[in-house]
């Protein structure tokens, strides 16, 4: 991040008490929204067809507790004060065009003229989701961002039956493309490279079974979800003392922020890369096309991957934007996009593994138990559900209960399977028990 934005994140997040992936990524989805659809990256000039909006999607995972309300607040506040400005702009002509519009009309037919143009209201944020007012709003704007205090009811609405379309116009709010909206009662509405960036929170719980949905074969595993930056959102230790955040820091944070809108009269500006970064970028493309090749990859884990390119191409626009680079992504810019996309993906991993084995702590304190057995000596060679619930580890009270936990850390290599007809039965994985006699 350049210097003006961390000299104020890094106190903030301090400040807070809470992880500095959250403030910053939260900052970057935002400022991808001040910037969607006045940029578009073109990775490869051997390929003119391809093209990428710098939008992103970002969704921090966290419980409740976790700060997301003040960093909402704090963050997107330039956003509000843009909205507020452009109002009363809007409202000011508005009332202009009216008084001229009662003029117009007063005149005879004949010397009337052009019919003075209603005004268009700019906009940068959207909370009203449904297709129909994104749409509309996207005409005028060309690109927003949409922002969310809870994420959940977005995913929610993605999922019903009767919103089909909702699903399949986000996916072109993020990738661009055409579209065309036919009504009934008004014009036909046509919409040219739409982009939408999305910044939110949503609790772990409720996301699990989002995630679950995408690793599911049909319409959840649409790529929608492969599209979101999945930060995990955390505490950190409560300092005795916290630094001050300076009020000119934050200032110049909303300053810069502000800055970096412009109207969206003008065709997006094409970034390409310098001859340096165009080396990197095609020794980075020829290292993801081999991984996403490997067939013994989960499906749903390669089309993460197959958004990995297009996601390096994004990140590397808004930096380099953000730096202040004038049309040509240099490689220092690329660099730091490779390294945010490496960083998001063990991200992902984590959220995407969890949501597969559930709750997490009570897999912590079964393995501890089971270790903390095999260093006494005390644990059976053959584990089973019963077993595991009469000894009362983390709390669990049913064998089916006991059987899921079982087979997750099975999955997670702490135990192995041992062939029994009459019952479903696990040792320790021999590695670990070497390590907990030593």
Same mark, same amino acid.
């Given at each position: 991040m350049p210097e003006v934005l961390e000299a104020f994140l890094k106190p903030f997040s301090e400040q807070?008490?809470? %992880?500095?992936? $959250?403030? &910053?990524? =939260?900052?970057?989805?935002?400022?991808?929204?001040?910037?969607?659809?006045?940029?578009?990256? %073109? @990775?490869?000039?051997?390929?003119?067809?391809?093209?990428?909006?710098?939008?992103?999607?970002?969704?921090?995972?966290?419980?409740?507790?976790? !700060?997301?309300?003040?960093?909402?607040?704090?963050?997107?506040? @330039?956003?509000?004060?843009?909205?507020?400005?452009?109002? #009363? /702009?809007? /409202?000011?002509?508005?009332?202009?065009?009216?008084?001229?519009?009662?003029?117009? !009309?007063?005149?005879?037919?004949?010397?009337?003229?052009?019919?003075?143009?209603?005004?268009?209201?700019?906009?940068?944020?959207?909370? +009203?989701?449904?297709?129909?007012?994104?749409?509309?709003?996207?005409?005028?704007?060309?690109?927003?961002?949409? $922002?969310? *205090?809870?994420?959940?009811?977005?995913?929610?609405?993605?999922?019903?039956?009767?919103? $089909?379309? *909702?699903? &399949?116009?986000?996916? !072109?709010?993020?990738?661009?493309?055409?579209? %065309?909206? +036919?009504?009934?009662?008004? #014009? =036909?509405?046509?919409?040219?490279?739409?982009?939408?960036?999305?910044?939110?929170?949503?609790?772990?719980?409720?996301?699990?079974?989002? $995630?679950? !949905?995408?690793?599911?074969e049909g319409e959840g595993a649409d790529g929608l979800l492969q599209r979101f930056i999945l930060v995990q959102g955390g505490l950190t230790p409560w300092p005795e003392e916290r630094p001050m955040i300076e009020s000119q820091v934050y200032h110049a944070y909303q300053v810069f922020m502000k800055g970096l809108w412009r109207e969206p009269q003008a065709p997006p500006v094409a970034l390409t890369f310098d001859p340096e970064a165009q080396k990197l970028w095609y020794e980075w493309e020829d290292e993801v096309e081999r991984e996403i090749r490997n067939e013994d990859l989960p499906e749903a884990w390669r089309g993460y991957l197959g958004k990995r390119l297009g996601l390096t191409a994004r990140l590397a626009g808004v930096l380099s934007v953000l730096w202040g680079e004038k049309g040509v992504i240099s490689e220092d810019s690329l660099l730091r996009a490779i390294s945010l996309v490496e960083w998001a993906e063990t991200h992902a991993k984590r959220v995407w593994r969890r949501a597969r084995i559930g709750d997490v702590s009570t897999l912590t304190r079964v393995a501890s138990k089971l270790l903390e057995r095999a260093r006494q000596g005390s644990l059976p060679k053959e584990i089973t559900a019963r077993w595991l619930v009469r000894q009362g580890f983390a709390g669990l009270e049913t064998s089916r209960e006991a059987s899921k936990v079982l087979s997750a850390l099975e999955r997670e290599g702490w135990l192995l399977r041992v062939p029994n007809p009459r019952t479903a039965t696990w040792a320790l994985n021999p590695r670990l028990l070497t390590k907990a006699q030593a």
């Open positions: 807070l008490g809470i %992880r500095y992936d $959250v403030p &910053a990524m =939260t900052a970057l989805g935002l400022a991808s929204g001040l910037l969607a659809g006045r940029y578009k990256v %073109r @990775p490869d000039p051997r390929n003119p067809t391809w093209g990428e909006g710098i939008n992103l999607w970002v969704a921090i995972i966290a419980p409740t507790g976790n !700060k997301k309300t003040p960093v909402l607040k704090a963050l997107a506040e @330039p956003l509000y004060e843009l909205e507020q400005a452009f109002h #009363e /702009e809007f /409202e000011a002509k508005r009332r202009i065009w009216e008084l001229e519009r009662e003029a117009w !009309k007063a005149k005879k037919p004949e010397e009337r003229g052009p019919e003075p143009k209603e005004p268009k209201p700019w906009q940068v944020v959207v909370e +009203d989701t449904t297709k129909e007012a994104l749409v509309r709003a996207l005409q005028v704007n060309r690109g927003l961002v949409a $922002v969310f *205090d809870e994420l959940t009811s977005l995913f929610a609405t993605w999922q019903m039956v009767n919103r $089909v379309a *909702d699903r &399949a116009f986000w996916l !072109k709010a993020y990738s661009g493309g055409y579209h %065309r909206e +036919d009504r009934m009662s008004r #014009e =036909t509405t046509l919409l040219r490279e739409p982009a939408l960036a999305v910044v939110g929170f949503v609790q772990p719980g409720p996301f699990r079974q989002i $995630v679950l !949905k995408a690793l599911e």
